[in-house]
């Protein structure tokens, strides 16, 4: 095919057009690219602390809770106790009177030359003696519990050793109410029926599965009994004459 000059000059100008108008396209187009500004570098990213610093808010404040709680639990504790050994005391003083009285009844009622025996006490008065005596041996049973530290090695496993053997040998009429041990003492509360009771009563002592002193006192006419042990190797404490 031929083309003429005219042909040729016009396609060339459309072609040379045409390639012009592709690089001021691309021209632009990087231009525009490099034009755009750079976006600011990100800064570095901050550990996020606040939710720590709330949970270690909340554990302190759950430990000062805590921490109220058992001092409030240990104040209760000590004015019982305090009230406890005020109440002891009392009936120490009351018994302490009681057979001071007694004493002084007994020597009142003496007679003839100094060597002479005394006087026999009336029943009523020997009743007495023995109640407060009884009263007297109790408080200090009691007394003496509360002011010993625990044992825990022990006490677990005594008081385990005793509602074991007093479940296993069960009394007619006889219930357990509560047991506890601390260092050298335990403690044993029951129930008796009145049917049983001086059958119980007698067949108490033979349940201990130690070899220790012991004592008992029934309130006949409730059915409460209460018992306590001394550990083994050790003695029940005693008044003083």
Known sequence: MR?????????????????????ILWTD???????????????????ETSQELTTIVADVARWQSEMKSELTTLRAQLASVDHDQSATDQQLDQIADKI??????????????KDAEAAPLTPEQEQERAAARNQAELTLMEGTLRAETSDLAWANTAQLALQTTFQQEALPGVQIVNTECRKTL???????????????????????????PGFLKI???????????????????????
């Open 3 to 23: 083309w003429s000059a005219r042909k040729f000059v016009l396609m060339g100008f459309v072609v040379g057009l045409a390639a012009s108008g592709g690089v």
């Open 29 to 47: 187009e990087q231009s525009h690219i490099v034009a755009r500004p750079a976006p600011p570098a990100a800064a570095p990213a901050t550990p």
């Open 100 to 113: 001071r009285r007694v004493g002084l009844e007994k020597t009142a009622s003496t007679v003839g030359e």
């Open 186 to 212: 335990c403690r044993m509360e029951f129930s008796l029926d009145d049917s049983t009771m001086q059958e119980s009563y007698s067949n108490l002592p033979d349940l201990i599965p130690w070899s220790a």
């Open 219 to 241: 309130d006949t006419e409730t059915g409460a009994a209460v018992m306590y042990l001394a550990r083994e190797e050790h003695s029940l404490p005693q008044l003083q004459e």
